[in-house]
């Protein structure tokens, strides 16, 4: 029998949860050992429901335990780079949710104690693993649609995070923007040299007070000359709007929203269906379940997670030229050297 890939887990949270049960319940080739988290009883609750053996507080006795041959970190942003350094001194292979760091420096610093280290560093961009922007990837890859010119990426939420999230997230455009910064450079394997933003508040002044934005439209232009534009919304009153088209001198590719059933009711006044799915949990399940499935297969077979530090540095590079343009009110460049 296959040996199992064993893992611990930091910060059970939302997203801490989710991946939790996915490694207890969906991942056969893993085994999910311990969770640490600073609130005992949201690890103890977590570790209850799934019959975990180890309950830390303090993450560093999960990262000292010889029987882990990796962690998924899944605390808040600002904690990151610090346990993926640890991590990575204590030779544990690493899985960290986005972004790496709130920070450019720190971020290399940890990519820099990842490869002194020798171990696997793969970056929670979950939405690369979605089927149908995989295919779309591939598709533009295979040059199905010629030459790539516009790329347009919608990404609304179906409301606002909590102002506590809000206030240790990086903002809207590290947190929640870093996805689709990441998907612009995925689906045309290229990188952005210049943008310009657009934010504003306009959903809650709460999340205004504390110094972000919940609005925001980035405007891409690529090395190899195609545009794009990436628009932002903390709230869509009608659930989580997650859509892309791309466009090209031989066709364009569409990749609408996912809803619960594909039933369309049509009478004599109108044409409905679903509504769509909730949110991230629900409409990004199998992309989160093929990530973390990645992740282990690259510990048992000793490969290169997809998904690299570099993504996760380019990501946050493109994150910072945003905050510059909302800034300034003019185009930024967007820093392409890879360390
Ligand atoms: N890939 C995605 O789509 C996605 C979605 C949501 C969140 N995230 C990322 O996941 C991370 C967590 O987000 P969340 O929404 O689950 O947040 P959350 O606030 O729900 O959970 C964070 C948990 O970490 C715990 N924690 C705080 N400091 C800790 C420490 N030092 N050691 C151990 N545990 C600690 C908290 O007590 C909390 O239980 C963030 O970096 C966020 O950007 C990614």
Do not use: W
């Not at 609408?256 to 369309?264: A, H, L, M, Y």
Request: proline share 4%.
């Amino acid at each position: 029998m296959v040996k199992k890939v064993r893992l611990g887990l930091i910060g059970t949270g939302r997203i801490g949860r989710m991946h939790a049960r996915n490694l207890k319940y969906r991942i056969p080739g893993a085994e999910l050992v311990a969770v640490s988290d600073i609130m005992e009883e949201a690890a103890g609750n977590v570790a209850h429901e799934l019959a975990i053996p180890v309950v830390e507080t303090d993450y560093h006795k999960l990262l000292q335990r010889e029987d882990i041959d990796g962690v998924v970190i899944c605390s808040p942003t600002g904690t990151h780079a610090q346990i993926v350094q640890e991590a990575a001194a204590e030779g544990k292979h690493i899985l960290c949710e986005k972004p790496i760091a709130l920070e450019i420096d720190r971020t290399e610093k940890a990519l820099a104690a990842v490869e002194e280290a020798g171990v696997k560093l793969q970056v929670g961009f979950n939405r690369r693993f979605d089927p149908s922007f995989k295919k779309a990837q591939q598709l533009i890859k295979n040059g199905e649609i010629g030459i790539p010119h516009i790329v347009r990426i919608t990404s609304r939420d179906p409301g606002p995070p909590p102002i506590s999230y809000v206030k240790s997230s990086g903002g809207l455009f590290l947190d929640m923007m870093i996805h689709d910064f990441d998907m612009a450079r995925f689906l045309l394997s290229d990188e952005v040299s210049e943008l310009m933003a657009y934010g504003d508040c306009l959903v809650d002044p709460a999340i205004g007070e504390a110094g972000d934005i919940d609005t925001a439209i980035v405007v891409l232009k690529y090395k190899n000359g195609a545009m794009g534009a990436i628009d932002n919304s903390r709230k869509a009153v009608y659930g989580y709007d997650q859509r892309i088209e791309i466009h090209g001198s031989k066709g364009t590719i569409i990749v609408g929203n996912k809803t619960p059933t594909e039933v369309r009711l049509h009478t004599e006044d109108a044409i409905s269906g679903d509504v769509l799915l909730n949110f991230f949990i629900e409409r990004y399940d199998d992309s989160f379940l093929a990530e973390m499935g990645e992740f282990i297969e690259c510990i048992r077979n000793d490969k290169d997670p997809s998904v690299s530090g570099i993504d996760g540095l380019m990501s946050l590079k493109m994150a910072y030229a945003a905050l510059k343009s909302l800034k300034t009110g003019s185009f930024a460049c967007v820093d392409s050297s890879r360390s």
